[in-house]
């Protein structure tokens, strides 16, 4: 209760903060608009030429276009913002003053800033992914339910395989060109990991599961994700995360400060 | 007395750098193969401090200061030697010990950039839990004590260094805390802001008595603040006691200033009483030794007779006596 009541609380201080700067909003705004309608434009051309790629009609192209946008600008609203800000904290040493707090430094640090324009992403996401829907209409409580719980797992999935990667950041301090290699891979995400190539669709599944996180969800919409298929993404979900905090905290033994 | 707020048992800790030689071809070699060498940064220190007290510690760069601070509120682990801080052992970070500490940093700050401090405030409220009614009195105090107003309204980074640091402070201190840990709290700020900050520590120290540890390179923070000083030198311990015996301990000598009367100071040697260390018009400075100090200053007064305007005896400046502790590492305990 007392960490939901932080994160309503840091989110309206940075709403506040975005809400000062009127141009910027407006811009990014355009911005989103623009990149999510030319995928889409991209995707319809796509197919003008074809009805089905590998198995995934318009239709469920739309519903996992939908669900990579609502992957992604979560990625964007909270996990870039506050990840970044995690690693300028260690090259400053302002990481003590999470540190020193009577609460999770984790949750401080890792769910600290947000770039709240991102939720427009996420509801054009929503849009794009409730269109598409439309056209298979097979959505019953059931497959709702399983959407629900994959997305759910596809952020704890992508919030797990960022937390290890900025763990790095304790050794190494500057990893931006690592944090830089995640978010093109995320890109990836937007079309169906089962049509690349196996040594891809492998690494997209476990290493980097940011194929897992944006297919898993438009499968279970579409009714394509079975019983088991989601049990092991949940169980597969709730490992990583407690995976990754445990990696961050063997990380935060060999911080000391910029100084000290 | 009671138990001690801070009670430091042979604390140490030792870290392990990596060591470069200038240029490219050192560079590439040390990219390959590191050479790393331990650093005693804290070798083996003792101390007490009882409730409410303010302790000035002291020492050059690199003495072990901030070390010492940082294992205390709980950021390092040492590596060796026990500390307990209000009973807790700091580097288990239990919340019960970081909610009744705080440590504040003169040269960073835990303030977020680009929003009002008062916004900074209210998220601090809520990750220590104050209860609105104690917040909203906590942030009256301290905004009458530091003067705050509207600064806490203005986006941080609109604020000057020194109005940064009092909200920094206030920032610090919402939690209320029974110890404060200050590191440098007055570095860069001009004399002024320097002389307030020194009034609002004394002043939140006797209204809360809070028991504060603080560090400072200016002199004049440590005599303004703190009865009791603790002298570290490359990890050790040189001196703990009254700030007054400190001069009286390290410096085995005392300043004598002659003013001698118009035309006398051109005939007049003084060398005969003691070492000249200064010469100003008709004003002389003399450094002797301090046990010979009165005899020395008596015989001025009978010899010069007429040809003196006036005489003083003193300690010297607290600068010099630390200087001089610093440079020649003398060991000596008061305690």
Redesign the interface.
């Known amino acids: 209760m ?1 960490y939901l ?2 994160l309503a ?2 989110f309206r ?1 940075e709403l ?2 975005e809400l ?1 700067y009127r141009t910027n909003l407006a811009l990014e705004i355009v911005q989103i608009v623009v990149i999510i309608t030319t995928s889409v434009g991209a995707v319809l051309i796509l197919f003008n030429y074809t009805t089905v790629l590998n198995g995934w009609d318009l239709g469920a192209m739309l519903v996992l276009l939908g669900c990579f946008y609502l992957v992604q600008g979560f990625g964007e609203l909270v996990l870039q913002p506050s990840f970044e800000k995690f690693m300028e904290h260690v090259r ?3 990481l ?2 999470a ?5 999770s430094a984790q949750f ?1 640090v890792t769910l600290r800033n947000f770039q709240v324009v991102q939720l427009g992403q996420m509801g054009l996401g929503a849009v794009v992914a409730i269109v598409g829907l439309g056209r298979i209409s097979t959505l019953g409580p059931g497959e709702a339910v399983a959407f629900a719980v994959a997305l759910v797992c596809g952020f704890v999935l992508i919030y797990a395989l960022l937390l290890a990667l900025s763990t790095f950041a304790f050794w190494f301090v500057r990893i931006d060109n690592l944090m830089a290699i995640y978010w093109s891979f995320l890109d990836a995400g937007r079309f169906p990991v089962d049509i690349y190539p196996g040594w891809l669709r492998v690494t997209l599944s476990t290493a980097v599961p940011v194929g897992v996180a944006v297919t898993l969800p438009a499968q279970a919409i579409s009714g394509r994700l079975d019983l088991f298929g989601l049990a092991v993404l949940v169980v597969g979900s709730i490992a990583a995360f407690i995976l990754s905090s445990l990696f961050w905290r063997v990380g935060l ?1 060999s911080y ?2 910029a ?2 | 007395m009671g138990e001690p707020i801070i009670d430091v048992r042979d604390l140490r800790k030792t ?1 392990r750098v990596t060591e470069r030689q200038e240029g490219l071809a050192a560079t590439l070699r040390s990219f390959v193969r590191r050479q790393r060498r331990d650093v005693n ?1 804290v070798a083996g220190i003792t101390f007490r401090i009882e409730a409410g007290e303010v302790v000035g510690f002291l020492g050059p760069n690199g003495a072990g200061k ?2 010492t601070l ?1 294992v205390l ?5 040492p590596t060796a030697g026990e500390a307990h801080v209000l009973g807790f052992v700091p580097w288990r ?1 239990e ?2 010990y ?2 009744q ?3 504040l ?1 003169g040269n ?3 303030l ?1 950039w ?2 009002p401090a008062a ?2 405030f ?2 601090l409220q ?4 104050v209860p609105d009614e104690s917040f909203r009195r906590t942030v009256g105090e301290l905004t009458e004590l530091l003067e705050l107003q509207d600064l806490v309204h203005k986006p941080v980074r609109n604020l000057s260094l020194g109005e940064r640091m009092k909200v920094e402070f206030a920032a610090g201190l919402i939690q209320s805390p029974r110890v404060a840990f200050l590191d440098e709290p007055t570095i860069g700020l001009d004399v002024s802001m320097q002389s307030r900050i020194r009034r609002f520590v004394a002043e939140y120290n006797r209204r809360t008595g809070a028991t504060i540890l603080l560090t400072s390179h200016y002199m004049d923070d440590v005599v303004a603040l703190c009865r009791r000083v603790i002298v570290i030198h490359h990890g050790h311990l040189l001196y703990d006691g009254p700030l007054a015996d400190l001069a009286e301990r390290m410096a085995p000598y005392k300043i004598i200033t002659a003013t001698l009367r118009d035309g006398a100071a051109a005939t007049i040697d003084l060398a005969a009483y003691g070492t000249v260390t200064g010469r100003d018009e008709g004003r002389v400075t003399l450094k002797v030794d301090r046990q010979g100090a009165p005899e020395r200053a008596a015989r001025l007064v009978n010899e010069l007779g007429e040809n003196l305007a006036d005489i003083s005896v003193e300690d010297p400046p607290i600068e010099e006596v630390i200087d001089r502790v610093f440079s020649e590492e003398r060991v000596g305990t008061a305690t």
């Open positions: 007392r009541r932080l609380l840091f201080t506040q903060y000062e400053l040493g302002t003590d003053f540190l020193l707090k009577p609460a401080l033994r000391t400060g100084s000290a | 870290f940064a901030t070390t940082k509120s709980g950021l390092l682990y970070r919340n019960a970081l909610q500490m705080t440590l940093m960073r700050t835990q977020v680009d929003i916004d900074s209210r998220v809520e990750i220590y839990g």
